[in-house]
């Protein structure tokens, strides 16, 4: 660090020197430059720690750029921002036609809002549960009437009454006969027929019994089929069902679709607006207003300052690799009217300069009040 030269520091140079009036112009002028560097360079406040390590060929540098890039094709609407302007992060800076992109997004929408309407009224579901469900319902019914069939169909209640009542009467017959064979006015003629006929009657009676055997166990094998029927029916609705189901998770999966699409056209829409991306000012237009671009072209360069980088170089001797996050001192300005600000160390190089055996150095500072401007000259300060 350069320090200002006193009055008895200039009287001494002057008195053990042999100089003419030209010579004394040249100290005083170089006393003189003295004094405005060391006013640059240094600051009012408190002084720096004495085991501080200066930095050479100080600069300040840009920390963050931007070229921003169009997002999507298109022509340029409007630029928002003038060369200059500090803009904020998220401004709005420049806008594409858009015309294209709210058309697609109100198809979109529309989409959407059809696909929403039919999945709410959708009742393909319960239709197909109520039908199986009656399905069931039938099936159980037709079990029922088919083991009742069944039942009657193995039954011979009626064939062996009819068996008995044959015998009763076959053997009223065939006593009565054998009594008018030994006594012919023991049994009339009339009795006999009558007896013949209940005989005939329950003979009657027992193919009617076998009949209606017969036709209950066709009625039965009627049913079982009826039931046979009736599964497949149930069958056939489950695997409806099952259809059905898959069919509304099909339009639960298409509704889903339809809602990213809608983002996604949302999104493009957006991308149509370039959007500043941190605080800084805008510096170039690289396009105009009215002019076509094409996704990714540049259209302005804005670059942040109200943080920049710092960069210098120290011996290698005096600085070690675990400095990075120590703090810096970075003065800078003109005569009368030094700034100084603080910051931390970033990076600092891993490589030597084999000529000056000076390392890089690195360090980023706050510039809240916009005062400093990269490339300007400065000096910094590592505090160990």
């Known amino acids: 660090m350069i320090t200002l030269l006193n009055n008895s520091t200039i009287h001494r ?33 408190d002084p720096l720690p004495h085991d501080a390590v ?35 992060p998220g401004q709005l800076l ?12 109100e198809l979109a929408q529309i989409d959407l809002e059809i696909a929403q309407q039919q999945h709410q009224e959708s009742v393909v579901i319960q239709i197909a549960k109520a039908t199986l469900d009656e399905a069931k319902h039938l099936l159980g019914q037709a079990r029922l009437d088919a ?17 008995m009542a044959i015998e009763v009467s076959k053997g009223d017959l065939d006593r009565a006969i054998a009594a008018r064979k030994e006594f012919s006015s023991s049994v ?35 049913r079982d089929a009826i039931v046979a029927q009736q599964e497949a029916a149930v069958q056939r ?27 996604i056209t949302e999104e493009r829409l957006e991308r149509r607006k370039l959007r500043a991306p941190f605080s800084g000012v805008v510096v170039d237009h690289l396009r105009n207003q009215g002019e076509w671009a094409e996704m990714g072209e540049s259209v302005l360069r804005i670059i942040r300052m109200d943080l920049l980088s710092v960069e210098g170089y120290v011996s290698s001797k005096s600085v070690k690799l675990g400095i990075r996050g120590h703090k810096v001192v970075v003065t800078c300005g003109d005569a009368g009217h030094v700034l100084k600000l603080e910051g931390t ?29 990269p490339g300007q000259p400065a000096h910094m300060w590592i505090i160990p």
């Open 13 to 45: 140079v002057c008195s053990h020197s042999h100089v003419n009036s030209y010579g004394l112009k040249q100290i005083a002028g170089f006393f003189f430059v003295a004094f405005i560097i060391s006013t640059e360079c240094t600051s009012a406040d």
């Open 54 to 88: 200066e930095a050479h060929d100080v600069f300040l540098r840009i920390k963050e750029s931007a070229e921003l890039p169009a997002l999507e094709r298109g022509q340029i609407k409007r630029i928002h921002a003038e060369l200059g302007d500090n803009v904020e």
């Open 94 to 105: 420049v806008e594409l036609d858009d015309v294209e992109a709210k058309l697609n997004l």
């Open 147 to 163: 083991a009742a069939s069944k039942a009657m169909a193995s039954a011979d209640i009626g064939i062996r009454q009819a068996a």
């Open 188 to 222: 009339s003629e009339q009795q006999l027929m009558k007896l013949t006929l209940v005989r005939d009657h329950d003979l009657l009676k027992l193919e009617q019994a076998e009949l209606d055997k017969s036709v209950e166990a066709l009625r039965s094998q009627s």
């Open 237 to 263: 609705l489950e695997h409806a069902l099952q259809k059905s189901e898959s069919e509304y998770q099909a339009a639960a999966l298409n509704l889903s679709g339809l809602q990213k699409q809608v983002a």
């Open 345 to 373: 160390v970033t990076f600092i190089s891993p490589e030597v300069d084999p000529v000056s055996q000076q390392v890089l150095v690195r360090a980023e500072v706050k510039n809240p009040d916009l005062q400093f401007r």
